[in-house]
């Protein structure tokens, strides 16, 4: 039997994997909390899972002013 996927129904599974900085180790949950800016070189981008986020009271990039 052929399976169908239903576009109206949004997966709450995440879909990819990134890093939490604050727990060093890897997350299905990780947002940007913080750009590092450098005067030279690259900048850096921190990123907290879910639990790190609630634990530590840090606000997604997004929704800082």
Request: proline share 11%; hydrophobic share 30%; glycine share 10%.
């Amino acid at each position: 039997m052929a399976q169908t996927t239903d576009p109206t129904h949004a997966s709450t599974e995440p879909t990819s994997f990134g890093w939490c900085h604050w727990h060093k180790g890897p997350s299905g949950t990780a947002v940007l909390i913080q750009v590092v800016e450098q005067g030279s070189g690259p900048g850096a981008a921190l990123y907290a899972c879910a639990p790190c986020r609630e634990q530590r009271n840090l606000t997604p990039y997004a929704d800082q002013p």
